[in-house]
């Protein structure tokens, strides 16, 4: 069968000539347990296990069985028989009381572990979730569909919805797509040559921000219609550039307005050594940190490194605009500040009212998750990570260079879970300490130092194909879910910051 969206399609596939059974046997437990780290599962429920095809009158299942044989490529579902009698390795039967020969049960695929640090002990038996023929599902291959997260008909083919599916991903944007420029061109190291990588000579990395590709600008706003299906359909960044010159915020939002409206106000803001906010260094440096109880490092990707969180400092809102101010004019060195990811609706609400959210697209996107207020003095660098949320990001005073790469080669931003540590500052003495070492790991962080990559430890970060989305004051750039991204803030000339938000 010539199936033109197998490329794309969840569908139907059975292995049955490989570990020790074929088609004419019954799975085992131990196998079906295996299968179900990756796959989704589905059998028949048997008393024989010899020659069951031959036994079978359930014509539905046998159609399943038909187009998993046809269909070639295993990344979705497994299908076969058991045996009613069969145990688990904990001695639980498959038959709970409440199973007839003749039924269809399913396994849905397991989860991957999360917690890396204290992990969930590995299950002895799965749950099946049981088909009774014409109850509560059209057929089998709709209560597959449903469970296993599929899209195929009764024939095998893609179903309506697997159509729009593949057509989307069909039509997703990628970067190396208008760019053959890549991240090891961009950003050398002179130990770079012959086409191989070395360990980078940290005083010699340069970067050549013309060769990146530019995001698509645009003058005006487009149509509602128009925006969908060129860039949130296609998974594209946008900027809009100057649309936030008309919102009150944008002049009315100064320093002083700040200080005389939520002067007295309690916040926690973040402070850091040098710009870098949740930078990726070694585990070694925290060799006198406090540490809590550790559990299974091993499981980590990268155990020697520790994701590194900005120092909290709690404190009024004008404590922090002193910091920022003085930070600006000079008279405060050697650290930056930074009121991040911080709610406007739970600390700022007076705020909504000078944003005209209601002109970026009602109604188009997901209900809003987030509104946040990002002000510091400028001189900030929130470090390689993703965001699984769109994302609206207006730029109202100074700079932002995004460097972005798209989410479809994620294997080479190294995405993995990070052991997590936390800064100290001791106001006094204005320092630093590397304090606490945390029991937490974060999945969105990139392990790799864009501005100093090591590319003998992380060479197909040179692979990947970067864009600059550079938002200058008044720009919002529209930033699909899930797209990797750097950013680094300078301040505005006169005011001395950097203000944006972001919904």
Not at 163 to 191: G, M, P, Q, T, W
Not at 198 to 203: A, H, K, L, P
Not at 346 to 366: A, N, S
Not at 389 to 414: A, R, T, W
Request: one cysteine or more; proline letters at 5%.
């Amino acid at each position: 069968m010539n199936n033109p969206y197998k490329k794309w399609m969840v569908v139907l596939s059975v292995l049955f000539h490989c570990t020790g059974f074929g088609e004419a046997s019954c799975i085992g437990l131990d196998s079906l347990m295996q299968r179900a780290k990756s796959s989704c599962v589905v059998a028949h429920l048997t008393g024989e296990c010899i020659d069951p095809d031959e036994n079978d009158e359930f014509d539905e299942f046998l159609n399943l069985r038909n187009i998993s044989r046809t269909l070639s490529e295993d990344i979705g579902v497994f299908v076969g028989y058991i045996g009613i009698s069969e145990k688990w390795a904990d001695e639980t039967p498959i038959n709970n009381g409440e199973l007839d020969v003749g039924d269809v049960v399913l396994f849905k695929k397991m989860k991957k572990e999360t917690d890396f640090l204290d992990p969930s002990p590995q299950p002895t038996h799965l749950d099946p979730i049981v088909y009774k023929r014409k109850e509560g599902h059209k057929s089998l291959i709709d209560f597959v569909n449903i469970e296993c997260e599929i899209y195929i008909t009764e024939n095998g083919s893609l179903s309506e919805q697997g159509v729009h599916r593949e057509e989307i991903l069909r039509e997703r944007f990628h970067v190396k797509n208008i760019s053959n420029v890549k991240f090891k061109d961009a950003f050398h190291s002179y130990c770079f040559t012959e086409g191989e990588f070395c360990e980078v000579n940290r005083n010699n990395i340069y970067q050549d921000e013309e060769k990146l590709p530019e995001c698509e600008k645009l003058e005006s706003l487009p149509s509602k219609d128009e925006f969908f299906h060129k860039f949130v359909k296609k998974s594209k960044p946008v900027i809009f550039k100057s649309i936030l010159r008309d919102w009150p915020a944008f002049t009315k939002w100064s320093n002083a307005y700040l200080r005389e409206t939520f002067g007295q106000k309690h916040i926690q803001f973040q402070m850091s050594p040098n710009g870098d906010y949740e930078g990726v260094e070694p585990l070694s440096l925290w060799e006198n940190a406090i540490r809590d109880e550790l559990v299974n490092t091993d499981n980590l990707p990268f155990p020697d490194l520790v994701l590194v969180r900005p120092a909290p400092v709690n404190g009024t809102f004008s404590i922090f605009l002193d910091i920022i101010e003085g930070l600006s004019k000079g008279t405060l060195t050697n650290f930056s500040a930074y009121f991040q990811y911080s709610s406007i609706p739970e600390y700022l609400p007076e705020l909504e009212k000078d944003l005209r959210e209601d002109l970026l697209f009602p109604g188009l996107l997901i209900n809003r998750q987030e509104l946040n207020i990002w002000l510091s003095d400028g001189h900030t660098r929130g470090k390689l990570h993703f965001d699984d949320y769109e994302n609206f990001l207006c730029q109202i005073s100074g700079k932002k260079e995004v460097i972005m790469f798209d989410p479809n080669n994620n294997h080479q931003l190294y995405e993995g879970h990070l052991q997590e540590a936390t800064l100290n500052l001791n106001w006094t003495t204005k320092s630093f300490h590397r304090r606490h070492v945390n029991n937490v790991t974060n999945a969105v962080m990139s392990p790799v130092n864009m501005v100093k990559p090591d590319f003998s430890r992380f060479p197909l970060f040179g692979e990947t194909y970067p864009l600059n989305c550079t938002l200058e004051e008044g720009d919002v750039l529209y930033m699909p879910s899930f797209w990797w991204h750097e950013v680094q803030s300078f301040p505005n000339v006169t005011a001395r910051r950097n203000l944006a938000v972001n919904f």
